[in-house]
């Protein structure tokens, strides 16, 4: 149970929007700039003019996951900035979702929720991905309007789509492949967002958490970044865990 901890991805995101703030982001823009910028891209489309507004805490959303991160994902940041303006623009969806997974719980386990039932069943309603996420995170007000609120992300990002029937929905196309640093990056994002110290390799690069994509990746990768420890356990299970110190 995540007692205590707050829902904060609780926000529509359009992937538009991450793109703007990544990009200023890479550009070095100081974490005022960034959010005047993003109340500039976010004029007309979503209302509001104070701090609490629903463009203050879109705003607020859009910083958490790429600007005023939390100290423990400003490692992984550095690393995805980099990636920003190298990958494809119809990959760089992976970037965006390993900041959600790093700096949102809540973005965690709804994603991990969508990818369990997406793989059990081929679809996945709202309700029931409610349900889950009352059994982790407990009876809160809010918590039916964030779950529908980042369902309609991934909708808009086109990871998922909907259906003919209202509430239900289905995986949004193939999954985007990723190699290399970019998929390392969502290695590295899973482990944070789901606090694990260390987890099975062949279970992280299919953890249903990344149902979007497919990580090709296997452990010589790992062993050339500094970011990852990786030791055997038993005969033939490969473990990683994120390396401590500097390089985190």
Known sequence: MRNGTPIGFDRKVELA???????????????????????QVLDGAVAGRGSHSARGKTVTVLTHIWSRVP???RKLRDRAVRLVNEVRSDRR?????AMALATYPF???VATVVGRLLHLQGNVTLAQVTRRLVELWGERSTMTRAAQRVVRSMVQWGVL???AQRGVYECGGARVETAGPLALVLLE????????????????VRHPALFPFRLN????????????????QGLYVDVVRLAEGPNR
């Open 161 to 163: 789509k909907d259906t």
């Open 217 to 232: 990746l296997t452990t010589h990768d790992l062993r050339g970044a500094p970011q990852f420890r990786l030791y055997r």
């Open 189 to 204: 994002a899973l482990l944070l967002g789901t606090g694990s110290e260390a987890m099975a390799f062949d279970q992280a």
């Open 71 to 73: 100290q423990k994902a």
């Open 17 to 39: 929007w991450l793109d703007a703030v990544a990009g200023q982001v890479a550009a070095g823009a100081s974490e005022d700039a960034v959010r005047l910028h993003l109340w």
């Open 107 to 109: 973005f965690t386990d």
């Open 93 to 97: 969806i992976a970037l965006h979702w």
